[in-house]
């Protein structure tokens, strides 16, 4: 029995421990289209003190999904930012031992607004090649050629 006590001891040292985390994970998605939010740049922070901030940060995969491992408990905040939408930042998050928080988040489309009142897209652009350039500064200007 000793030797099989010992196997069992030994074979433990392998098995993957399991870590009381805490995690904040949800979706990304446009509001206006629903659409997964790809891309899309998400924050977790946590004020140290009155001067010092801890972030931590995810890109949302291709189907809008992000996880993110926090330090421990406390308040937390989700920062989420994308191209062309709205930034979004939630109310205090309070994360305790070994929480798993699924926060979705909908971002909402920048609002085109224009001085004569109507936008018009006349077609798209395409760039058959690339124009190289050089750049040089001459008494603090800088001159493209």
Do not use: H
């Amino acid at each position: 029995m000793p030797t099989l006590s010992r196997a069992i001891i030994f074979m433990a040292g392998f098995l993957p421990a399991t870590v009381l985390g805490q995690t904040v994970r949800g979706t990304v998605t446009d509001r206006a289209t629903g659409a997964a939010g790809t891309g899309a740049v998400i924050i977790l922070e946590r004020a140290v003190n009155d001067s010092m901030v801890q972030e931590r940060g995810a890109l949302a995969g291709a189907d809008g999904a992000y996880s993110i491992v926090a330090w421990g408990p406390g308040t937390y905040r989700i920062s989420v930012r994308r191209i062309g939408r709205m930034p979004s930042t939630s109310e205090p998050i309070a994360l305790r031992q070994g929480e798993v928080r699924v926060v979705d988040v909908q971002l909402e489309p920048i609002p085109v607004r224009s001085a004569g009142g109507s936008v018009a897209v006349l077609g798209t652009v395409k760039i058959r090649r690339a124009t190289p350039c050089q750049a040089s500064a001459t008494d603090g200007e800088r001159i493209a050629t």
